[in-house]
């Protein structure tokens, strides 16, 4: 497995149990939530809030959840964190990819799907059937700027434009010393040596956000539409965020697409992006907030479904990003899991659960969208 410097803290258990796929923790025995009799709250970066954490309402059995790799060192925190909270009950994340993860919650085999894009229409049909008893919905909880992510040992602040990172990916500009990247590096020791493109092997909303974000922003440089599938049979693949970066991490000249704690975890440079605002955006927490705070809820009642701004010229907004849901019945959860349902949701939710983001590579949710969430996940039945 992946040493990961900045996870460390992690117990050994957990890397253990991440090594079959899964995440196996104890969870839910008491109320008691640390900080929670603070009434103030203060902002965080991407504008959440540590308003007081909800108290847990904790409950025993065996909760599974599957999908987005990308959402995993996120789940990972908050599963340490709260099984210090709480005992008594298990949850399973099998971090399997976002489409895996719908398919397992159309199939009734996990009461959460981890998806980094939401329900289209016509898996909406197919959740409702495995919810009987009324529709899925999509609630945010994680927001995972996506790095462009490169091993090039001597370059260390490299810069890169939409329509660069397009004609790279489609396999129009294959050296780095190429003009269109000199023109962004004007300073850097570009070497000669081909470029190793990497993408991912598996259905990942992490794939679709990327395209996305080409199509709206690389024009004719990028043709393909959006998809959840890498469009070509160009350059390497591999499975998973974390296949992904170890590709790239023993591959010089290489770069990817990945969620950005697994770009850090394993060292990797990390491209600013020129978006034609004033200066070049680097990501952080604060730049990938910025953005999301531009999106917008088009699902209805407790469906949170966002419309991202991908193209945006906002000035430090860090403009390649996705938003992992959690998608779950609003209805139907069988009365056995629906309180352990309830209860994590409510610690993932909570200030003090988004506050556990930042220094794990994400981005909170913005504070009027945490808010929308935990509302959301209080009216489950």
């Not at 220094?359 to 969430?373: F, H, R, T, W």
Request: hydrophobic residues 35%.
């Amino acid at each position: 497995m992946t040493t990961r410097p900045r996870l460390a803290r992690r117990s050994t258990a957990f890397a253990a149990i991440a090594v079959a796929g899964a995440l196996t923790l104890t969870a839910c025995g008491s109320d008691d939530n640390s900080g929670s009799n603070d009434s103030k709250g203060t902002e965080q970066p991407g504008g959440g809030s540590t308003a007081p954490a909800a108290k847990l309402d904790c409950a025993s059995g065996t909760l599974a959840a599957a999908g987005s790799s990308a959402q995993k060192n996120a789940i990972d925190e908050w599963a340490k964190q709260y099984q210090q909270k709480c005992s008594g009950s298990t949850v399973n994340y099998n971090s399997n990819g976002s489409g895996a993860g719908r398919q397992a919650f159309f199939d009734g085999q996990v009461s959460i799907a981890g998806s980094d894009s939401a329900l289209k229409d016509d898996e909406a049909a197919k959740a409702q059937a495995a919810c009987k008893a009324g529709p899925a919905i999509n609630l945010p909880m994680v927001t995972g700027p996506i790095a462009v992510a490169y091993n090039l040992p001597n370059v260390k602040d490299l810069v890169l434009d939409a329509k660069t990172i397009a004609g790279i990916f489609a396999g129009k500009i294959k050296t780095w010393d190429a003009a269109e990247i000199k023109a962004l590096n004007p300073s850097a020791q570009l070497p000669s040596s081909p470029i190793q493109t990497v993408h991912r092997s598996d259905k990942s909303g992490t794939t679709e956000n990327f395209t996305k974000y080409l199509k709206a922003t690389a024009g004719a440089e990028w043709a393909a539409e959006p998809s959840q599938d890498w469009p070509t049979q160009d350059g390497q693949s591999a499975k998973g965020s974390e296949g992904v970066a170890s590709v790239v991490k023993s591959t010089s000249g290489s770069i990817s697409y990945m969620e950005v704690s697994f770009a850090e975890n394993n060292g990797l440079g990390i491209a600013r992006i020129n978006t034609g605002a004033a200066k070049p955006v680097k990501l952080t927490p604060e730049a990938a907030g910025k953005a999301v705070e531009a999106a917008q809820i088009t699902g209805q009642g407790n469906d949170l479904k966002l419309k991202l701004d991908y193209a945006t010229k906002v000035e430090g907004a860090y403009p390649i990003i996705l938003v992992t849901y959690e998608i779950v019945c609003e209805k139907g959860t069988p009365a056995d899991k629906l309180p352990l349902v309830k209860s994590f949701l409510t610690y993932t939710a909570s200030a003090e659960g988004q506050g556990l983001l930042a220094k794990n590579g994400y981005a909170p949710l913005p504070a009027s969208i945490a808010e929308k969430v935990r509302t959301a996940v209080t009216s489950l039945s």
